[in-house]
Protein backbone atom coordinates (compact mmCIF):
# COMPACT_ATOMS: atom_id res chain seq x y z
CA UNK A 1 0.00 0.00 0.00
CA UNK A 2 2.75 2.44 0.99
CA UNK A 3 4.63 2.11 -2.23
CA UNK A 4 1.14 2.87 -4.16
CA UNK A 5 0.07 5.84 -2.18
CA UNK A 6 3.62 7.20 -2.20
CA UNK A 7 4.35 6.60 -6.27
CA UNK A 8 3.50 9.93 -7.79
CA UNK A 9 2.85 8.09 -11.14
CA UNK A 10 0.53 5.52 -9.74
CA UNK A 11 -1.29 7.81 -7.20
CA UNK A 12 -2.28 10.06 -10.35
CA UNK A 13 -3.25 7.30 -12.48
CA UNK A 14 -5.76 6.36 -9.43
CA UNK A 15 -7.42 9.43 -8.87
CA UNK A 16 -9.91 10.72 -10.69
CA UNK A 17 -9.30 14.53 -11.83
CA UNK A 18 -5.51 14.38 -11.17
CA UNK A 19 -4.01 14.35 -14.98
CA UNK A 20 -0.29 13.83 -13.38
CA UNK A 21 1.94 14.60 -10.80
CA UNK A 22 5.69 15.56 -10.74
CA UNK A 23 7.70 15.12 -7.59
CA UNK A 24 10.69 17.58 -6.85
CA UNK A 25 11.67 16.32 -3.66
CA UNK A 26 9.38 16.56 -0.95
CA UNK A 27 7.58 19.17 -3.62
CA UNK A 28 5.24 17.40 -6.01
CA UNK A 29 3.50 19.72 -8.29
CA UNK A 30 -0.12 17.62 -8.83
CA UNK A 31 -1.94 19.08 -12.34
CA UNK A 32 -6.06 18.38 -12.60
CA UNK A 33 -8.13 17.29 -15.71
CA UNK A 34 -9.98 20.29 -16.14
CA UNK A 35 -12.93 20.65 -13.97
CA UNK A 36 -16.08 22.30 -15.46
CA UNK A 37 -18.98 23.84 -13.85
CA UNK A 38 -21.36 26.58 -14.26
CA UNK A 39 -20.40 27.05 -17.65
CA UNK A 40 -16.58 27.75 -16.17
CA UNK A 41 -13.49 25.32 -17.17
CA UNK A 42 -10.30 25.11 -14.54
CA UNK A 43 -7.14 23.31 -15.13
CA UNK A 44 -5.90 23.89 -12.28
CA UNK A 45 -1.89 23.09 -11.20
CA UNK A 46 -0.90 23.61 -7.62
CA UNK A 47 2.25 22.68 -5.41
CA UNK A 48 2.60 20.71 -2.35
CA UNK A 49 4.97 19.78 0.71
CA UNK A 50 4.90 16.49 1.36
CA UNK A 51 5.99 15.30 4.35
CA UNK A 52 6.46 11.15 4.50
CA UNK A 53 6.26 9.35 7.22
CA UNK A 54 7.26 5.69 6.52
CA UNK A 55 4.36 3.22 6.32
CA UNK A 56 2.18 5.33 8.16
CA UNK A 57 1.20 8.69 7.39
CA UNK A 58 1.51 11.43 4.66
CA UNK A 59 0.69 14.68 4.90
CA UNK A 60 0.77 17.61 2.60
CA UNK A 61 0.24 21.42 2.76
CA UNK A 62 -0.09 23.92 -0.04
CA UNK A 63 3.60 25.75 -1.00
CA UNK A 64 3.20 27.52 -4.12
CA UNK A 65 6.41 29.12 -5.42
CA UNK A 66 7.34 32.14 -3.70
CA UNK A 67 5.86 34.78 -5.16
CA UNK A 68 3.53 32.56 -7.18
CA UNK A 69 -0.23 32.44 -6.65
CA UNK A 70 -2.17 28.65 -7.43
CA UNK A 71 -5.87 28.54 -7.91
CA UNK A 72 -6.09 25.61 -6.01
CA UNK A 73 -4.52 23.78 -3.05
CA UNK A 74 -5.16 21.05 -0.71
CA UNK A 75 -4.44 20.83 2.66
CA UNK A 76 -4.67 16.33 3.83
CA UNK A 77 -3.39 13.30 5.14
CA UNK A 78 -3.34 10.19 4.49
CA UNK A 79 -3.42 7.77 7.77
CA UNK A 80 -2.24 4.00 6.99
CA UNK A 81 -3.14 1.58 10.05
CA UNK A 82 -2.20 -1.78 10.11
CA UNK A 83 -4.66 -4.14 10.78
CA UNK A 84 -4.44 -8.62 10.86
CA UNK A 85 -6.04 -8.86 7.29
CA UNK A 86 -4.33 -6.02 5.64
CA UNK A 87 -4.22 -1.93 6.55
CA UNK A 88 -6.81 0.47 6.86
CA UNK A 89 -6.03 3.99 4.55
CA UNK A 90 -7.88 6.91 6.24
CA UNK A 91 -7.61 9.93 4.20
CA UNK A 92 -9.00 13.53 5.23
CA UNK A 93 -8.66 16.00 2.56
CA UNK A 94 -9.60 19.62 2.44
CA UNK A 95 -9.49 21.22 -1.00
CA UNK A 96 -9.98 24.71 -2.08
CA UNK A 97 -10.23 25.84 -5.88
CA UNK A 98 -10.10 29.71 -7.10
CA UNK A 99 -12.64 29.84 -9.49
CA UNK A 100 -13.68 33.52 -11.55
CA UNK A 101 -17.44 33.40 -10.99
CA UNK A 102 -19.39 35.75 -8.96
CA UNK A 103 -20.12 35.56 -5.57
CA UNK A 104 -23.74 35.10 -5.95
CA UNK A 105 -22.63 31.45 -7.64
CA UNK A 106 -20.81 30.38 -4.06
CA UNK A 107 -23.83 28.13 -2.77
CA UNK A 108 -24.10 26.25 -6.42
CA UNK A 109 -20.17 26.01 -6.41
CA UNK A 110 -19.85 24.86 -3.21
CA UNK A 111 -22.58 21.92 -3.67
CA UNK A 112 -21.07 20.90 -7.16
CA UNK A 113 -17.47 20.90 -5.57
CA UNK A 114 -18.50 18.59 -2.57
CA UNK A 115 -20.59 16.22 -4.96
CA UNK A 116 -17.49 16.00 -7.45
CA UNK A 117 -15.22 15.22 -4.39
CA UNK A 118 -17.56 12.75 -2.68
CA UNK A 119 -17.51 11.25 -6.33
CA UNK A 120 -13.88 11.39 -6.46
CA UNK A 121 -13.17 9.50 -3.13
CA UNK A 122 -15.55 7.08 -3.97
CA UNK A 123 -14.01 6.45 -7.61
CA UNK A 124 -10.41 6.70 -6.04
CA UNK A 125 -11.37 3.84 -3.57
CA UNK A 126 -12.72 1.73 -5.99
CA UNK A 127 -9.62 1.94 -8.45
CA UNK A 128 -6.99 1.48 -5.11
CA UNK A 129 -8.95 -1.92 -4.46
CA UNK A 130 -8.91 -2.71 -8.21
CA UNK A 131 -5.18 -1.92 -8.54
CA UNK A 132 -4.16 -4.12 -5.39
CA UNK A 133 -6.35 -6.92 -6.89
CA UNK A 134 -8.95 -6.47 -4.51
CA UNK A 135 -13.30 -6.23 -4.57
CA UNK A 136 -13.54 -2.65 -5.17
CA UNK A 137 -17.45 -3.17 -4.00
CA UNK A 138 -15.33 -3.85 -0.15
CA UNK A 139 -14.21 -0.55 -0.49
CA UNK A 140 -15.30 1.77 2.35
CA UNK A 141 -15.29 5.36 1.84
CA UNK A 142 -16.62 6.29 5.11
CA UNK A 143 -20.15 8.36 5.23
CA UNK A 144 -20.57 7.16 1.82
CA UNK A 145 -20.23 3.87 2.17
CA UNK A 146 -19.24 1.27 -0.17
CA UNK A 147 -17.46 2.68 -3.67
CA UNK A 148 -20.05 2.20 -6.57
Known sequence: MWRVLTDPTTLAELTPLVHSIEPDGELWRWTLHGIDGLGVRVRATFTEQMTF??????????????????RAAVDGIYTLEPTDDGCDVGIDL??????????????????????????????FAANLFEHLGLDPADADVGRGGPAR
Not at 97 to 122: F, I, N, Q, Y
Open 94 to 123: TARVDLPLPGVARRSVEGLMGATMRTTGAR
Open 53 to 70: IEERRIEFVPAPPLGKTE
